[in-house]
């Protein structure tokens, strides 16, 4: 059964935060100056460290052990987490003269600016996400402890392409319009609808591993899979829906600066 106190520490996962955060600590701090950074950037500081402290939660804590091994509803609870909050903060915490080593460099920036654009993203994020619920990779990714890693980061990495243009603090790789963020969100939602009826209206176990997982909870496996499709609908649309609110009272903001007159612009 579950071990509630096994958290863990596997040299891959607690290395690459450490690291993250100590690179982090180092432009943020001493290198600041000669990168062009202002004042410290206390409030992106707490954003970025406490997307990479919830990231360890998610992947590191009993949550993992439950979500791989019993119920298919908590691992789709971890990936709503990676996609969604992990992702946004992280992203959102990193200030725009700190990103620029990446997005200001003359051989890398073409490339971006192309992976970036709202199609691709959509396009990368989508394919990620339905590729790794396919039943064979799925069930191979809770078998395999390395494919499992390079599931969560596939998800995360998608996850930043795809919050990129709504959130990126970068001025050589910017993000879209408002006017242009409510029409990209809304077809990013859009296109994840097949995958969640897939889940929550499929009659059939498509996981083995939960088929003849013990039971944690008065669930069958198929009662399972729905909660698990279900709350993947919830989870993108409250996340949706918030950034649709929040991209629109932004451009209704503009729009009243700019005397009435919104733009519709997309990066080209």
């Known amino acids: 059964m579950v071990d509630w106190t096994h958290w863990h520490n596997e040299r891959y996962l607690v290395a690459g935060l450490i690291l993250a955060g100590w690179l982090y600590a180092l432009l943020a701090g001493p290198w600041r100056a000669n990168l062009g950074g202002g004042a410290y950037p206390t409030t992106r500081a707490i954003r970025f460290y406490a997307g990479l402290l919830l990231f360890y939660l998610t992947v590191g804590s009993p949550l993992d052990q439950i979500g791989e091994r019993y119920l298919f509803w908590v691992h789709m609870v971890q990936h709503l987490l990676l996609v969604y909050p992990i992702a946004l903060l992280v992203l959102t915490g990193i200030p725009p003269w700190m990103i620029r080593i990446v997005t200001g460099h003359p051989a890398i920036q073409p ?25 064979g990779l799925y069930d191979l990714a809770l078998r395999d402890k390395t494919v499992h890693i390079v599931q969560h980061l596939s998800f995360f990495f998608s996850a930043i392409l795809m919050w990129w243009p709504i959130a990126s603090s970068s001025t050589e790789v910017p993000r879209i319009s408002y006017a242009g963020q409510i029409i990209y969100i809304f077809f990013v939602g859009l296109l994840q609808i097949p995958l969640s009826a897939f889940l929550t209206f499929s009659k059939e176990i498509l996981y083995p591993t939960y088929a003849y997982a013990p039971r944690l909870m008065e669930l069958t496996p198929l009662e399972d899979q729905v909660l698990g499709g279900i709350l993947m609908t919830i989870g993108t649309m409250i996340a949706k829906l918030s950034i649709l609110t929040w991209a629109f009272y932004r451009w209704y903001q503009t729009s009243e600066l700019d005397h009435g007159k919104p733009s519709f612009s997309v990066r080209d």
């Open 111 to 135: 490339f971006l600016r192309r992976i970036t654009h709202p199609v691709p993203a959509t396009l990368i994020y989508i394919a990620v996400l339905s590729a790794w619920h396919l039943p």
